[in-house]
């Protein structure tokens, strides 16, 4: 049979039709679609935001967006349900009660804290007129509530945080023990989840009583006790009605609405508004709110408190602990004064105070023409372990006592003078192979148009390297800074601990000049010579306990061998020296033999470096702005404020004697004694008497000398004395033989 082409076309174009998919759209969506396709866009602004909106309902992005939020506020909240679960409020009770407190290093307690700290007082020593003052104003619904009331917390969070009103008691306790006084919605979502947290693991009265101890009312003054005896002369548990009124008034803005602000001007006003809030609450009558709004308030304003901030024992210490509890444990201020902890420290009671001694009396530093003291700071470090023995951070001339006062020690950038030359020439030199005493030059020289020149402006020619030390002579330190190469001697000196860089890399920096430091890094430094080679970290704690004596840090010292032990001992018999013989002869306390430095950046920074193998000891002076100079060298007045510090410090040492011998004494050369003076008697007198109460002798020249200590055999005999001069005897007959011979 024929095929019927007609039928076979038509076949198959019926059938191409059949295979096409047609998406099934409701009428009017896709009438709507259809319309928002064709129809063109009336505005510029139309025309942008077609493309956007169709990608935007191609992807479903409504949705995402929905989700994502719902994801970030669960997230969120999670987050601060964490930071409240490891808030560890189980001891926040004992951390509002208890003041921080210092400890020494024989762990005895060295004083308190008390920042954000009033007189601690329990519940049932607070009036009742008080709590029910503070409930009806602060938080009506506090003993129904689990530490929120939702409706104001809402409030709160509609307005980002803004209106205040919406915390409780048990939140305003989370903000003031935890978090920032700042009105955000961030702090105010924090405060809610720590509240629910405090009321989970504390009474209604646990509540209220940590809240009133915690509480700032102005005026310096914290907690309830403190703040009624400051405004009313009464303890807080003798506290009238209206009375009562006034201090619950203070907690909403202390700082205007305390009663000694303008003469009470607000104060009156915000007291009559918590005696109308006790009657709407049913703690008074009418009535009797009336009566009392009629009382005179500065009528009964008797002040019978006494702040505890003026005891602070060692200001400057407590100040570089706060500054180390921060910059090295991530504490805060309010943390480390608020919650109560332990701290630990290096300090030496008995360094501290007779370091403080020296200090307390501002007339015994240089003072200028119009009667302006100098400044000044000390830092004495145990080398053995790097740990801060005592710190005085300045000359306290206004008798503050503030552990908040500028600290010389840790917080200046002074010129170091020519107390660098040993960490950046003389010891890069000898760890070179240089000899102590290799001769160095002294003469005159110019190093491209620049003439230096000594302190007296004096030449000595040839000279061995430990007196060109000894004497801080310029020239020979240049020279040798010059041969060794200033990128050497630099790049031991950041090992020091110095902060240098290529800029430094200049003659002049053997001098100090260009470099910036502070008796703590000046300390720090000087330990590698007293202890082998070997920088311990300086550090002021050793450890810190919280409220509950659990140990939330420990200090992890750092060490490092900056150069050898036998470079070490070089360095120390040339600084040895500097006090029998060169610079520092007018500093050296009676009985002890000190190995050190001195340096001087002409008018406006003097030190004095000296140490033991027991005690690293620091002290600059100098002028805090250029506008004053001081007079002569580190040999003067700043060589005799060293000698009283060391005198008071010195017999508290376990006066443990050097292994080396001084060279000057190796070549016969007598120790240069300072003349008598009624002040170095009066030193002299000072390290008896400290010596007495320390019950030790100390490290005598006679025993620094030798390379043991003495010890006696069981019939008395002192082996060590005996040794020493067996040794002199055979050094005796040496230098006979090299004297018929020759050198």
């Not at 420990?554 to 018999?573: F, I, W, Y």
């Not at 010195?650 to 050369?669: D, M, R």
């Amino acid at each position: 049979m024929p095929e019927n082409k007609n039928f076979s076309r038509r076949s198959k174009k019926e059938t191409g039709k059949k295979s096409l998919k047609i998406p099934k759209i409701r009428p009017k969506k896709q009438k709507k679609l259809e319309e928002e396709i064709e129809k063109p866009a009336k505005t510029k602004f139309g025309k942008f935001m077609r493309p956007i909106k169709r990608f935007w309902k191609r992807y479903n992005l409504t949705k995402i967006t929905i989700i994502f939020v719902l994801v970030a506020i669960v997230a969120t909240g999670s987050y601060l349900f964490y930071l409240a679960k490891t808030a560890n409020v189980k001891v926040l009770q004992s951390s509002i009660s208890a003041q921080t407190v210092i400890y020494d290093k024989d762990n005895n307690e060295a004083g308190n804290l008390y920042g954000q700290k009033g007189t601690p007082v329990k519940i049932d020593q607070i009036s009742k007129n008080i709590t029910n003052a503070v409930v009806a104003t602060e938080d009506r619904t506090f003993y129904e509530n689990h530490g929120v009331n939702l409706k104001r917390f809402a409030l709160a969070a509609v307005t980002l945080g803004r209106f205040g009103g919406g915390s409780t008691i048990t939140q305003q306790l989370a903000k003031n023990a935890y978090l920032t006084q700042e009105q955000t919605i961030d702090r105010k979502a924090r405060e809610f989840f720590l509240a629910l947290e405090i009321n989970k693991h504390y009474s209604k009265e646990e509540i209220l009583d940590m809240y009133l101890n915690n509480s700032y009312f102005g005026n310096g003054v914290w907690g309830i006790q403190d703040a009624a005896l400051k405004y009313f002369g009464v303890p807080a548990s003798e506290v009238t009605v209206d009375e009562a009124a006034s201090l619950t008034g203070m907690l909403k803005g202390p700082e205007i609405y305390n009663p000694l602000y303008e003469k009470g001007k607000y104060a009156t006003d915000r007291r009559n508004t918590v005696l109308q809030n006790m009657v709407n609450a049913g703690y008074l009558e009418q009535s009797q709110a009336d009566s009392f709004m009629k009382v005179d308030l500065q009528a009964q304003l008797q002040d019978n408190y006494q702040s505890k901030s003026s005891q602070y024992k060692y200001p400057s210490y407590y100040n570089a602990v706060i500054s180390e509890a921060e910059r090295k444990y991530g504490l805060t201020l309010q943390e480390i004064m608020n919650n109560g902890y332990k701290i630990y420290t290096g300090m030496d009671q008995n360094m501290q105070s007779g370091l403080q001694k020296t200090y307390a009396d501002p007339s015994f530093f240089p003072q200028a023409a119009d009667g302006t003291y100098a400044q000044s700071a000390s830092v004495a470090i145990d080398p053995k372990t790097g740990a801060v023995n005592a710190l005085v951070g300045n000359v306290n001339t206004e008798g503050s006592n503030s552990f908040t006062d500028y600290n010389y020690a840790t917080m200046s950038k002074r010129s170091p003078g020519s107390v660098i030359k040993p960490l950046i020439v003389y010891a890069p030199a000898i760890e070179a192979g240089w000899s102590i005493d290799k001769t160095v030059d002294d003469s005159p020289a110019d190093y491209n148009g620049w003439k230096p020149t000594d302190f007296d402006n004096q030449w000595r020619g040839q000279i061995p390297m430990y007196t060109a030390l000894a004497n801080s002579y310029n020239i020979p330190a240049i020279n040798t800074y010059q041969a060794i190469g200033p990128k050497v001697g630099n790049a031991l000196g950041r090992e020091f601990g110095l902060d240098l860089n290529s800029k430094n890399d200049v003659l002049p920096t053997a001098l100090g000049a260009g470099v910036e430091t502070n008796p703590w890094q000046i300390a720090q430094a000087y330990q590698a010579f007293a202890n082998g080679g070997v920088m311990n970290d300086a550090h002021l704690i050793t450890k810190i306990e919280n409220a509950a004596g659990q140990v939330v840090k420990t200090a992890k010292v750092n060490k490092k061998r900056v150069v050898s032990k036998d470079t070490a001992d070089k360095m120390t018999q040339m600084m040895l020296g500097t006090y029998t013989n060169g610079s520092a002869w007018k500093a050296s306390p009676k009985s002890y033999t000190l190995a050190g430095k001195t340096g001087t950046n002409e008018d406006q920074d003097q030190w004095v470096v000296g140490y033991t193998p027991d005690v690293v000891m620091a002290l600059w002076v100098g002028y805090s702005d250029g506008k004053y100079k001081l007079t002569g060298s580190s040999e003067g007045q700043t060589s005799v404020i060293f000698r009283q510090e060391a005198s008071y410090m010195l017999p508290y040492t376990k006066g443990t004697p050097f292994t080396v011998e001084n060279p000057y004494a190796q070549a016969g050369v007598a120790a240069q004694q300072p003349y008598w003076t009624q002040q170095r008697q009066y030193q002299d007198d000072i390290v008896d008497q400290e010596q007495a109460e320390a019950n030790t002798t100390g490290n005598t020249p006679e025993s620094s000398s030798s390379s043991t200590s003495s010890s006696s055999d069981s019939n008395g005999l002192d082996l060590g004395k005996i040794g020493k001069n067996i040794g002199d005897a055979a050094k005796n007959a040496w230098d006979k033989v090299k004297g018929v011979f020759g050198n």
